[in-house]
């Protein structure tokens, strides 16, 4: 598709969605057994939830933008008032597994485990049925994609084989999706931990790499989706920066923030009528 031909709603020239892996605890006890006793490591994945989480929404009601939250759903489980008040907000809140345990580390048992107890967290917490799926630590296997079609979901948003909405393919199936990068999202930047250290970038950074790929992807009409961790980018010194990225690009007209599953239901027909 030439880079010319991506429409976006109302005459829109870019279209921007903020999205965040609400992972808490999950993101650890995923890792395995021992960390249920590091109480220090899973009391950083809870401020996700508890403190951050009611930050970031203060500031999308602010600037009365949805976003998209990727839910595990032990997270559901562990945090359901943090779910309630994303929808309260009129978020979208997507699939992101149960234990947030890495597909390509797992069994296919598992696999299909961690969408169905997922899917069951979730509705138990009151959130419609999820359209949309991220992987954990951005791995899809064959067996996670054959799951995604089999349950039906409309959009993936794991894959880096474009930088705008395309149809990820395998074994002749295909999933629409909505591409992501390390480079657009927070954790390696400032993901750190006692096991394996990290880089605690500095967090003006993020503001002028975000805000030159949002001015590419204006140029060519594209799509850009940040990715984010409420306990990362919620720290103060960081969220400073998100917010003033938020602010930035609210200026420049012409700009559409659409949660994933608003994007996906105006990029299908396009991409179909494309190919």
């Not at 605690?200 to 009409?221: I, K, N, Q």
Request: aromatic share 10%; proline share 5%; net charge negative.
């Amino acid at each position: 598709m030439d880079l010319q031909e991506f429409s976006w709603p109302e005459g829109h020239a870019v279209a921007v969605s903020l999205t965040f892996d609400l992972d808490a605890e999950a993101g650890w006890l995923g890792e395995g057994e021992q960390y249920a006793r590091r109480l220090t490591t899973l009391s950083e994945g809870r401020y996700g939830a508890v403190r951050a989480t009611p930050r970031i929404l203060a500031m999308l009601a602010r600037h009365n933008i949805r976003a998209t939250f990727f839910v595990p759903g032990t997270t559901a489980h562990r945090h359901p008032g943090a779910i309630e008040s994303i929808l309260a907000a009129g978020h979208e809140i997507a699939h992101h597994g149960h234990l947030h345990l890495r597909s390509d580390k797992v069994t296919a048992e598992e696999q299909r485990a961690e969408i169905e107890l997922g899917l069951e967290a979730l509705a138990k917490a009151g959130a419609p049925v999820p359209t949309g799926y991220r992987s954990s630590s951005w791995e899809l296997t064959p067996e996670t994609f054959r799951l995604l079609v089999e349950y039906g979901f409309d959009y993936d948003s794991s894959c880096m084989g474009d930088d705008r909405p395309y149809f990820e393919t395998f074994e002749g199936q295909q999933l629409l999706e909505l591409p992501v990068h390390w480079s657009l999202d927070d954790w390696p930047r400032f993901g750190w931990n006692i096991d394996t250290g990290g880089n605690v970038g500095a967090p003006a950074e993020l503001f002028s790499s975000w805000s030159d790929e949002y001015s590419l992807a204006r140029r060519e009409r594209g799509h850009v989706t940040y990715t984010m961790h409420p306990e990362v980018i919620g720290r103060g010194q960081r969220f400073i920066h998100l917010e003033r990225l938020v602010e930035h690009l609210m200026e420049q007209p012409g700009t559409w923030f659409a949660p994933l599953a608003d994007v996906a239901r105006h990029a299908r027909p396009i991409l179909d009528a494309g190919r």
